[in-house]
T-cell receptor, first 112, second 116 residues
Framework: GDSVTQMEGPVTLSEEAFLTINCTYT??????LFWYVQYPGEGLQLLLK?????DKGSNKGFEATYRKETTSFHLEKGSVQVSDSAVYFC???????????FGPGTRLSVLP | EPEVTQTPSHQVTQMGQEVILRCVPI?????FYWYRQILGQKVEFLVS????????KSEIFDDQFSVERPDGSNFTLKIRSTKLEDSAMYFC??????????????FGPGTRLTVL
């Protein structure tokens, strides 16, 4: 079945550091790929999305590129802020699929 | 901006009791979902619902669970006889469609269920 793997956390960075959170997936079709963010005590918020190979999703300084050849969708940000501290979930949705498959989440802590 | 809402934000119940978690999806969305997240663990799919019927469900969604869209706006998850292991955060989500351009799911803030 479909699956999503993320790098183990927690990830601790200093403010203004470069962020990469790795995500790889296994899918039978051509999924849409997502990053969701969960701030402490809150629900899941869509961060960005890509629907096909080589698409780049971007939002709030975060970006991720859909790499079909490596089945990856790594999340990057050039300069993190303390307010980016949260849990980040990579997820996929198969073409015309009806449910998301989430990765285990990666906790990011950004120190001032 | 339209959003998914859920009530209550926190529900405490005794083991064996029935609970109903409520959700109001985004108004023009057609697909509805429930997920759960046990504390500190991954988000797990429970069920999806379209056209007034379940379209997919996971192994977690056993006979103790049911979903309903009782009117044009609400979407509910019922747990018939709660168990300790049902304690989790339950998220409702909705999407406009299921194709590549409409399958983005928007999540509510969650209901934290605590079973004592």
């Amino acid at each position: 079945g479909d699956s999503v793997t993320q790098m183990e956390g927690p990830v601790t960075l200093s403010e203004e550091a470069f962020l990469t959170i790795n995500c790889t997936y296994t899918a039978t079709g051509y999924p849409s790929l997502f990053w969701y963010v969960q701030y402490p005590g809150e629900g899941l918020q869509l961060l960005l999305k890509a629907t096909k190979a080589d698409d780049k999703g971007s939002n709030k300084g975060f970006e991720a590129t859909y790499r079909k050849e490596t089945t990856s969708f790594h999340l990057e940000k050039g300069s993190v802020q303390v307010s980016d501290s949260a849990v980040y979930f990579c997820a996929l949705s198969e073409d015309y699929g009806q449910n998301f498959v989430f990765g285990p989440g990666t906790r990011l802590s950004v120190l001032p | 901006e339209p959003e998914v809402t859920q009530t209550p934000s926190h529900q405490v119940t005794q083991m064996g009791q029935e609970v109903i978690l409520r959700c109001v999806p985004i108004s023009n969305h057609l697909y509805f979902y429930w997920y759960r997240q046990i504390l500190g663990q991954k988000v797990e799919f429970l069920v999806s619902f379209y056209n007034n019927e379940i379209s997919e469900k996971s192994e977690i969604f056993d006979d103790q669970f049911s979903v309903e869209r009782p009117d044009g706006s609400n979407f509910t998850l019922k747990i018939r006889s709660t168990k300790l292991e049902d304690s989790a955060m339950y998220f409702c989500a909705s999407s406009e469609g299921s194709g590549a351009n409409t399958d983005t799911q928007y999540f509510g803030p969650g209901t934290r269920l605590t079973v004592l």
